[in-house]
C-alpha cells in the first residue's frame, strides 16, 4: 500500500513540476492573495478545500496566484470575471485529464511514456489548442450574429444525433466493447462536424449535440454522420433532429427552445432518418438539393403540436 501511495505521489510531484510545499496560510503570505479568495479560486478550478496546516501547493501554484494578483492589480478585469474564468478552465480541463488518463490506461503500453520531456512536448500543445479554439469560437460568434444581435445569438441550426438501440447494446457488450463503439461514435461525429466547420457542442455517450451557422451545413452534417454511422460495422445506425433558431450559450454549452426542439425530434425519427422543425424546413424551402416531407402533426413534450418535416437529399442530385 505504501509503494502505490508514494508512486501516486512521485506521479503528482511530476505532473505539477515540483512538491506540495505549502499551506494555504503559506500561499496567502507569500503571494499576497487573500486566503477567501485563494479559496473561492482554488474551487473554482474544481479541487477540494485543504485544511490550513496541509501543504498543498506547489511552487507553480503559487506562480499562477501571483500571475492572477498581477492582473486583477492592473485593473484589467474583477474577481468575479476570474472566477467565472476559472470555472470555465477547471471543468474543461477535468474533463480532457480523464480522458488523456484513459488513453494511457487504456492497455496498450502507452501509460509508461510519461515523463518530463513528453509534459515538456505536450505543454505548448494544450495552449496552442486552446489560442486556437479560443480564435475559432470568437470567429464563429461573429459571424453568427445577425443586425442588432449581440455576437453569438444569431439563428443557429441546432441537431443531436443519437444511436439507436443504445440501451439494449450496453447490455450485449463488455464494457471495453462497449466504450470502442462509443468512441468510435464520437470520433466519427466530432470529425464530420469539424470538418464542415461547425461546433461540436458535446457528447452524450450515444448522442451528440452540435451547431451550425447554416441551416444547410447543419443538415449536411446530420446527413454525412448518418452515412457513415450506416458504413461502420461496430455502430449502430443513428437518427437525428435537429432545429433552426435562437439558442442561449452559457458555460460552454447552448440552451434554448431550440435545443429543446431538435432533442425531442430525435425521439420521432426513424433510423438513419434526420426530422427537422417548421423553422429548419423554412430555410431549406426552394433548395434542390433536398426534398422535405411533410409527416403527421404530432404532440411534442412541453413544446405544444409540431409539424415535423423528413428531409432527405433530392433523388435528382
Same mark, same amino acid.
Given at each position: 500500500? +505504501?509503494?502505490?501511495?508514494?508512486?501516486?505521489? *512521485?506521479? *503528482?510531484?511530476?505532473?505539477?513540476? @515540483?512538491?506540495? #510545499?505549502?499551506?494555504? =496560510?503559506?500561499? $496567502?503570505?507569500?503571494?499576497?492573495?487573500?486566503?477567501?479568495?485563494?479559496?473561492?479560486?482554488?474551487? +473554482?478550478?474544481?479541487?477540494?478545500?485543504?485544511?490550513?496546516?496541509?501543504?498543498?501547493?506547489?511552487?507553480?501554484?503559487?506562480?499562477?496566484?501571483? #500571475?492572477?494578483?498581477?492582473?486583477?492589480?492592473?485593473?484589467?478585469?474583477?474577481?468575479?470575471?476570474?472566477?467565472?474564468?476559472?470555472? $470555465?478552465?477547471?471543468?474543461?480541463?477535468?474533463?480532457?485529464?480523464?480522458?488523456?488518463?484513459?488513453?494511457?490506461?487504456?492497455?496498450?503500453?502507452?501509460?509508461?511514456?510519461?515523463?518530463?520531456?513528453?509534459?515538456?512536448?505536450?505543454?505548448?500543445?494544450?495552449?496552442?489548442?486552446?489560442?486556437?479554439?479560443?480564435? $475559432?469560437?470568437?470567429?464563429?460568434? %461573429? $459571424?453568427? /450574429?445577425?443586425?442588432?444581435?449581440?455576437?453569438?445569438?444569431?439563428?443557429?441550426?441546432?441537431?443531436?444525433?443519437?444511436?439507436?438501440?443504445?440501451?439494449?447494446?450496453?447490455?450485449?457488450?463488455?464494457? %471495453?466493447?462497449?466504450?470502442?463503439?462509443?468512441?468510435r461514435f464520437e470520433e466519427?461525429?466530432?470529425?464530420? =462536424?469539424?470538418?464542415?466547420? /461547425?461546433?461540436?457542442?458535446?457528447?452524450?455517450?450515444?448522442?451528440? %449535440?452540435?451547431?451550425?451557422?447554416?441551416?444547410?451545413? @447543419?443538415?449536411?452534417?446530420?446527413?454525412?454522420?448518418?452515412?457513415?454511422?450506416?458504413?461502420?460495422?461496430?455502430? &449502430?445506425?443513428v437518427r437525428v433532429g435537429?432545429?433552426?433558431?435562437?439558442? %442561449?450559450?452559457?458555460? @460552454?454549452?447552448?440552451?434554448?427552445?431550440?435545443?429543446?426542439?431538435?432533442?425531442?425530434?430525435?425521439?420521432? /425519427?426513424?433510423?438513419?432518418?434526420?426530422?427537422?422543425?417548421?423553422?429548419? /424546413?423554412?430555410?431549406?424551402?426552394?433548395?434542390?438539393?433536398?426534398?422535405?416531407?411533410?409527416i403527421v402533426r404530432r &404532440? =411534442?413534450?412541453?413544446?405544444? !403540436? !409540431?409539424?415535423?418535416?423528413?428531409?432527405?437529399?433530392?433523388?435528382?442530385?
Open positions: 500500500m +505504501s509503494g502505490r501511495v508514494q508512486g501516486s505521489q *512521485e506521479l *503528482e510531484e511530476l505532473l505539477l513540476g @515540483g512538491e506540495l #510545499r505549502y499551506t494555504r =496560510v503559506d500561499a $496567502a503570505e507569500l503571494t499576497g492573495v487573500s486566503k477567501e479568495f485563494s479559496a473561492r479560486l482554488w474551487r +473554482s478550478f474544481g479541487f477540494a478545500s485543504p485544511a490550513d496546516d496541509v501543504p498543498a501547493f506547489s511552487d507553480g501554484d503559487l506562480e499562477a496566484l501571483r #500571475r492572477i494578483k498581477a492582473l486583477l492589480d492592473r485593473g484589467g478585469t474583477s474577481e468575479e470575471i476570474v472566477l467565472r474564468q476559472a470555472r $470555465a478552465l477547471g471543468q474543461t480541463m477535468a474533463r480532457l485529464a480523464e480522458w488523456q488518463t484513459g488513453i494511457m490506461l487504456s492497455g496498450d503500453g502507452e501509460g509508461g511514456r510519461l515523463s518530463e520531456g513528453y509534459l515538456a512536448e505536450m505543454e505548448p500543445l494544450v495552449v496552442h489548442a486552446w489560442r486556437r479554439q479560443l480564435a $475559432a469560437s470568437a470567429a464563429r460568434a %461573429l $459571424a453568427e /450574429a445577425s443586425d442588432g444581435d449581440l455576437p453569438g445569438r444569431g439563428p443557429v441550426a441546432v441537431g443531436f444525433a443519437d444511436m439507436v438501440s443504445f440501451t439494449a447494446m450496453s447490455r450485449e457488450l463488455s464494457e %471495453l466493447e462497449l466504450g470502442r463503439v462509443v468512441e466519427t461525429a466530432a470529425d464530420i =462536424v469539424a470538418a464542415h466547420g /461547425a461546433r461540436l457542442v458535446k457528447t452524450l455517450g450515444d448522442e451528440v %449535440l452540435y451547431a451550425a451557422a447554416d441551416a444547410r451545413v @447543419g443538415v449536411e452534417i446530420g446527413m454525412a454522420i448518418s452515412e457513415a454511422v450506416r458504413e461502420e460495422t461496430e455502430v &449502430p445506425d435537429m432545429a433552426y433558431g435562437p439558442v %442561449l450559450p452559457l458555460m @460552454g454549452d447552448i440552451f434554448g427552445t431550440t435545443v429543446n426542439m431538435a432533442s425531442r425530434l430525435t425521439s420521432i /425519427a426513424r433510423p438513419g432518418t434526420l426530422v427537422a422543425d417548421p423553422a429548419l /424546413a423554412a430555410e431549406l424551402e426552394g433548395d434542390p438539393a433536398y426534398e422535405l416531407v411533410r &404532440p =411534442v413534450r412541453g413544446l405544444g !403540436i !409540431i409539424q415535423p418535416y423528413v428531409v432527405r437529399r433530392s433523388s435528382q442530385q
